[in-house]
Nanobody, 117 residues
Framework: QLQLVESGGGLVQPGGSLRLSCAASGFSLDHYAISWFRQAPGKEREGISCINGSSGRTNHADSVKGRFAISRDNAKNTVYLEMNSLKPEDTAVYYC??????????WGQGTLVTVSS
Protein backbone atom coordinates (compact mmCIF):
# COMPACT_ATOMS: atom_id res chain seq x y z
CA GLN A 1 0.00 0.00 0.00
CA LEU A 2 1.35 3.39 -1.02
CA GLN A 3 1.10 5.87 1.81
CA LEU A 4 2.65 8.70 3.79
CA VAL A 5 2.50 8.69 7.57
CA GLU A 6 3.19 11.78 9.65
CA SER A 7 4.25 11.63 13.28
CA GLY A 8 5.76 13.81 15.96
CA GLY A 9 2.92 16.17 16.69
CA GLY A 10 1.77 17.02 20.20
CA LEU A 11 1.39 19.72 22.79
CA VAL A 12 4.27 22.14 23.26
CA GLN A 13 4.69 25.42 25.12
CA PRO A 14 5.33 28.66 23.25
CA GLY A 15 9.00 28.93 22.40
CA GLY A 16 9.40 25.17 22.33
CA SER A 17 10.40 22.81 19.54
CA LEU A 18 9.06 19.76 17.78
CA ARG A 19 10.26 17.58 14.93
CA LEU A 20 7.68 16.13 12.60
CA SER A 21 8.40 13.09 10.46
CA CYS A 22 6.83 12.03 7.18
CA ALA A 23 7.59 8.42 6.34
CA ALA A 24 6.73 6.84 3.02
CA SER A 25 5.84 3.20 2.52
CA GLY A 26 5.29 1.37 -0.72
CA PHE A 27 7.29 3.85 -2.79
CA SER A 28 10.59 5.73 -2.67
CA LEU A 29 10.66 9.45 -1.93
CA ASP A 30 13.93 9.89 -3.86
CA HIS A 31 12.41 11.62 -6.87
CA TYR A 32 9.51 13.33 -5.18
CA ALA A 33 9.16 16.94 -4.13
CA ILE A 34 7.93 16.91 -0.54
CA SER A 35 5.93 19.69 1.01
CA TRP A 36 4.55 20.36 4.44
CA PHE A 37 1.16 22.03 4.73
CA ARG A 38 -0.84 23.03 7.76
CA GLN A 39 -4.45 23.81 8.43
CA ALA A 40 -5.55 25.74 11.49
CA PRO A 41 -9.16 25.63 12.72
CA GLY A 42 -11.38 27.72 10.49
CA LYS A 43 -8.57 28.50 8.04
CA GLU A 44 -7.52 27.22 4.65
CA ARG A 45 -4.68 24.78 4.24
CA GLU A 46 -1.41 26.59 3.59
CA GLY A 47 1.91 25.40 2.27
CA ILE A 48 4.79 26.19 4.61
CA SER A 49 7.88 24.27 3.54
CA CYS A 50 9.05 22.21 0.60
CA ILE A 51 12.14 20.33 -0.52
CA ASN A 52 13.03 19.46 -4.08
CA GLY A 53 13.41 15.82 -5.03
CA SER A 54 16.64 16.03 -7.00
CA SER A 55 18.52 19.11 -5.85
CA GLY A 56 17.42 19.14 -2.23
CA ARG A 57 16.65 22.84 -2.57
CA THR A 58 14.29 24.08 0.13
CA ASN A 59 11.81 26.88 0.45
CA HIS A 60 9.80 28.18 3.37
CA ALA A 61 6.83 30.49 3.79
CA ASP A 62 7.55 33.84 5.39
CA SER A 63 5.47 32.85 8.42
CA VAL A 64 7.96 30.09 9.35
CA LYS A 65 11.19 31.25 7.72
CA GLY A 66 14.06 31.21 10.20
CA ARG A 67 12.14 29.00 12.63
CA PHE A 68 11.32 25.85 10.63
CA ALA A 69 13.64 23.66 8.59
CA ILE A 70 12.77 20.85 6.20
CA SER A 71 15.17 18.01 5.48
CA ARG A 72 15.11 14.55 3.97
CA ASP A 73 16.83 11.25 4.67
CA ASN A 74 16.47 9.15 1.54
CA ALA A 75 18.04 6.15 3.25
CA LYS A 76 15.18 6.19 5.75
CA ASN A 77 12.63 7.24 3.13
CA THR A 78 11.59 10.02 5.49
CA VAL A 79 11.25 13.79 5.42
CA TYR A 80 11.45 15.91 8.55
CA LEU A 81 10.16 19.29 9.64
CA GLU A 82 12.16 20.78 12.49
CA MET A 83 10.06 23.46 14.20
CA ASN A 84 11.64 25.88 16.65
CA SER A 85 10.46 28.98 18.51
CA LEU A 86 6.90 27.77 18.20
CA LYS A 87 4.08 30.25 18.59
CA PRO A 88 0.38 29.74 19.44
CA GLU A 89 -0.44 30.67 15.83
CA ASP A 90 1.51 27.60 14.68
CA THR A 91 -1.27 25.44 16.14
CA ALA A 92 -2.67 23.37 13.28
CA VAL A 93 -2.89 19.95 11.73
CA TYR A 94 0.28 19.40 9.73
CA TYR A 95 0.25 17.35 6.54
CA CYS A 96 2.98 16.15 4.24
CA UNK A 97 2.55 15.83 0.50
CA UNK A 98 4.68 14.04 -2.08
CA UNK A 99 4.54 14.96 -5.77
CA UNK A 100 6.46 13.50 -8.68
CA UNK A 101 7.07 15.00 -12.12
CA UNK A 102 4.98 12.15 -13.49
CA UNK A 103 1.92 13.41 -11.65
CA UNK A 104 1.83 11.06 -8.65
CA UNK A 105 0.46 12.85 -5.61
CA UNK A 106 0.20 11.49 -2.10
CA TRP A 107 -1.02 12.98 1.18
CA GLY A 108 -0.58 11.84 4.74
CA GLN A 109 -3.34 11.76 7.32
CA GLY A 110 -1.99 14.68 9.31
CA THR A 111 -0.57 15.20 12.77
CA LEU A 112 -1.85 17.76 15.28
CA VAL A 113 0.48 20.37 16.74
CA THR A 114 -0.83 22.45 19.62
CA VAL A 115 1.21 25.35 20.96
CA SER A 116 -0.16 26.49 24.28
CA SER A 117 0.91 27.27 27.81
Amino acid sequence: QLQLVESGGGLVQPGGSLRLSCAASGFSLDHYAISWFRQAPGKEREGISCINGSSGRTNHADSVKGRFAISRDNAKNTVYLEMNSLKPEDTAVYYCNAQSLGGSDYWGQGTLVTVSS
